[in-house]
């Protein structure tokens, strides 16, 4: 029977308690929301959704083509410039999702007879982008720049290395400065996924790159996503101009793909004028992270020390963490689970993320309900 293997795949599923579903979401909730990424409070303030209205009456409900063919609005080229000069980067290009972004960066910089030095760690997105590109990827230690400089030293030809700024399992930073140096070592190029520093890490959430001093270099390429502290949807890629340009002409899921919706422009632009605003959301939501981290150790449980605003409480298995899951939200409170075969370690884990609007009562409540609710 056609697709007869599907069944055979669900059973196996089923009896590792891996089974994924799909669960209705209202409108309006009492939960007390630590699962989405939505960092800084911005995915409903006023301001971002005028913005998505705004550009959606100006501009209409969808691009209508990649914007190689139907061109590109003010509106995309004002979040291009604003976004690019916030983080400290000359130019950015930007994409529909930041999987796309991941998938446009990697493939156009990495031709035939390339080398991709891969963190073990990395995003699904980077992984796919070393998957689909013409160069050979070789996965090297977590977190690991003298694995990563070996590796780029038994290679002769273009080579880059790609890695999560903060990797979105354990919310853990990678070395930055350190891989940056294995790279110029030997004439690598970087490409940084900040999809989970943007916003939060930083001078006023200008990102882990800026950070790290690495914004700016001719050397360095970095990704983010809109989708997470700029409340909206969406991709970018920064680096230098000569980049954005190669992007503009080699990325396949830029020329093939439609624009980015204008509404998700338009509310990604208010995000991040909002942001310039008020800088201190970046630096509150480390602090609702490192405030979540000690309540919990203090309660027993084991949590990853989070370089962002990502906090990773280890779970004893992938069914006790779905109950754990399922019994925090019947308590009140949304948690992110995440199991095999999303961690590459094996490890499950609830999964908080720290909000720069969560109140100190709501932070003890939401320790409070994990603590009641282990397995
Ligand atoms: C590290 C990382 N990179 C890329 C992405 C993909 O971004 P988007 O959701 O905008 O496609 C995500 C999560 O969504 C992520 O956690």
């Given at each position: 029977m056609a697709f007869g293997w599907i069944d055979e795949q669900a059973a196996r599923r089923r009896r590792a308690g891996l089974v994924r579903t799909l669960r209705p979401r209202a409108a309006g909730t009492a939960l007390l929301d630590l699962?989405?990424?939505?960092?800084?409070?911005?995915?409903?303030?006023?301001?971002?959704?005028?913005?998505?209205?705004?550009?959606?009456?100006?501009?209409?409900?969808?691009?209508?083509?990649?914007?190689?063919?139907?061109?590109?609005?003010?509106?995309?080229?004002?979040?291009?410039?604003?976004?690019?000069?916030?983080?400290?980067?000359?130019?950015?290009?930007?994409?529909?999702?930041?999987?796309?972004?991941?998938?446009a960066a990697v493939t156009a910089l990495a031709p035939h007879g390339s080398l991709i030095v891969s963190d073990a760690g990395n995003h699904a997105s980077l992984i796919d982008g070393c998957r689909l590109a013409r160069g050979t990827a070789q996965v090297t230690a977590h977190a690991d720049p003298d694995a990563v400089r070996k590796t780029l030293g038994g290679h002769d030809g273009p080579a880059v290395a790609v890695s999560d700024t903060v990797f979105s399992v354990d919310g853990d930073a990678a070395p930055l400065a350190a891989l940056a140096e294995a790279c110029r070592e030997h004439g690598a190029g970087l490409v940084l996924d900040d999809a989970h520093g943007l916003g939060v890490l930083g001078d006023g959430g200008r990102g882990a790159p800026y950070a790290a001093g690495l914004a700016g270099a001719d050397d360095v390429v970095v990704t983010v996503t809109l989708s997470k502290s700029l409340g909206s949807q969406g991709g970018a890629v920064l680096g230098p101009a000569r980049v954005i340009e190669h992007l503009v002409n080699t990325a396949r899921t830029f020329i093939?793909?439609?624009?980015?919706?204008?509404?998700?422009?338009?509310?990604?632009?208010?995000?991040?004028?909002?942001?310039?605003?008020?800088?201190?959301?970046?630096?509150?939501?480390?602090?609702?992270?490192?405030?979540?981290?000690?309540?919990?150790?203090?309660?027993?449980?084991?949590?990853?020390?989070?370089?962002?605003?990502?906090?990773?409480?280890?779970?004893?298995?992938?069914?006790?963490?779905?109950?754990?899951?399922?019994?925090?939200?019947?308590?009140?409170?949304?948690?992110?689970?995440?199991?095999?075969?999303?961690?590459?370690?094996?490890?499950?884990?609830l999964r908080l993320t720290a909000r720069a609007d969560l109140s100190g009562a709501e932070i003890e409540r939401a320790v409070r309900v994990i603590g009641e609710t282990r397995p």
């Open positions: 699962a989405s990424n939505d960092y800084l409070g911005l995915a409903r303030h006023p301001e971002v959704t005028e913005g998505a209205a705004r550009a959606a009456r100006t501009w209409g409900g969808g691009s209508t083509g990649s914007r190689l063919v139907t061109g590109t609005t003010e509106l995309h080229a004002e979040l291009e410039r604003e976004l690019a000069a916030f983080c400290g980067f000359e130019a950015a290009l930007v994409l529909s999702s930041g999987y796309a972004a991941n998938l093939f793909d439609t624009g980015l919706a204008p509404a998700a422009a338009g509310a990604a632009l208010a995000a991040l004028r909002l942001l310039r605003r008020e800088p201190g959301r970046a630096a509150r939501a480390g602090a609702v992270a490192r405030e979540l981290h000690g309540r919990l150790t203090a309660a027993g449980l084991e949590a990853v020390r989070p370089d962002a605003a990502v906090v990773s409480v280890r779970a004893p298995s992938p069914e006790q963490a779905v109950r754990w899951a399922a019994d925090c939200r019947a308590a009140g409170l949304s948690v992110g689970c995440f199991r095999p075969p999303s961690v590459p370690d094996g490890i499950s884990r």
